[in-house]
């Protein structure tokens, strides 16, 4: 009796075994004789058949996790801890040596669960292996410059889509969050090099920002002392016109009474201007002259209107002729 009621209460103590807590950021992935079950577990308390029947895995779905190569990130500033690596070099593809670390964040897909839990063994050496060959693939398809300096920001957004795309290739079963890279540099040996490098181009930086400002200061010049210059040419050529047509209205005015005088006095000028009545007019002007005729002032403050004085004798004579 005493047998039974011990092989009861172990029996009672296994079944117990199979009781559960879920947290309330975590799900639970549960294998039963191996196959996964479709449903994870929520938070709460569950039952299941002991081990070695069933098997947990704890999973926390929001969690992100991180994976560094080049070297551990400041004590302080990770995020989640990380797997430790070995100094990543790359050789350019301009035939230099720079230390990359970098860091990859990804989060556990809950569409794939299988694939993240059976796949691969160890998934985060997996991760830093092919962030560390996308590395040294795009480091010999681009210069020091643009590793070191000018193209961090564009490495970041190529490794981020690049991994994405290969995560899926390889069914890993992680949402790839993005690629930081922390830091580019040389190695010891050869930083004061690049730190003297890296002044020059600043320095020459300066120089050809402050050129395109002096340059931008003088073209600005030049336009506005062209538009004033056009503007005044312009306002210029704008008075002449109006002097111009001024001077041809008295002109005309100066003809109109000239003609109205002459028809006054009875004098004709002819209709048409052949050379014998061109010669008869400049004869009969040169009379006008000579007999003391006023002649329009242009330049003069009031108009001086014009009076003929009929010369006889000129008259008498172009009537003879």
């Not at 999973?59 to 990543?88: D, F, K, M, Y």
């Not at 010669?279 to 329009?296: C, D, H």
């Amino acid at each position: 009796m005493t047998r039974v009621l011990w092989l009861m209460a172990a029996i009672a103590m296994y079944l117990l075994s199979g009781f559960y807590i879920v947290g309330g950021g975590e799900q639970v992935a549960v294998r039963r004789f191996g196959r996964l079950q479709p449903e994870l577990r929520t938070s709460g308390l569950h039952w299941d058949a002991p081990a070695p029947f069933v098997r947990l895995n704890r999973l926390n779905l929001a969690e992100l996790r991180t994976v560094s190569i080049g070297s551990l990130p400041a004590q302080g500033q990770e995020i989640l801890p990380t797997t430790a690596s070995q100094p990543c070099r790359l050789l350019t593809g301009d035939n230099n040596v720079l230390q990359v670390r970098a860091q990859l964040h990804y989060r556990i897909d809950p569409a794939q669960i299988s694939d993240y839990l059976f796949h691969y063994q160890n998934l985060d050496r997996r991760l830093s292996t092919l962030l560390e060959a996308l590395f040294v693939e795009l480091s010999a398809q681009a210069g020091v410059d643009y590793l070191h300096t000018q193209g961090i920001g564009d490495l970041n957004n190529r490794l981020t889509r690049e991994m994405q795309f290969l995560s899926g290739q390889f069914g890993l079963g992680i949402v790839v969050d993005r690629v930081t890279v922390d830091s580019v540099d040389p190695p010891a040996q050869v930083l004061a090099d690049f730190q003297d490098v890296a002044n020059a181009r600043s320095e020459a930086a300066q120089v050809i920002q402050q050129a395109r400002t002096y340059a931008e200061q003088r073209v600005t010049t030049a336009t506005a002392t062209a538009q004033e210059r056009v503007a005044t040419a312009i306002s210029s050529r704008r008075t002449l016109e109006t002097t111009a047509l001024a001077q041809a209205e008295h002109f005309h005015q100066l003809h109109r009474q000239l003609i109205e005088s002459s028809s006054a006095q009875g004098i004709e000028y002819p209709a048409q201007k052949s050379r014998w009545q061109q010669q008869q007019t400049r004869e009969l002007l040169q009379a006008m002259m000579a007999s003391g005729v006023r002649t329009w002032l242009f330049d003069a403050e009031r108009p001086v209107n014009l009076q003929l004085q009929r010369n006889v004798e000129s008259n008498n004579r172009l009537e003879t002729q």
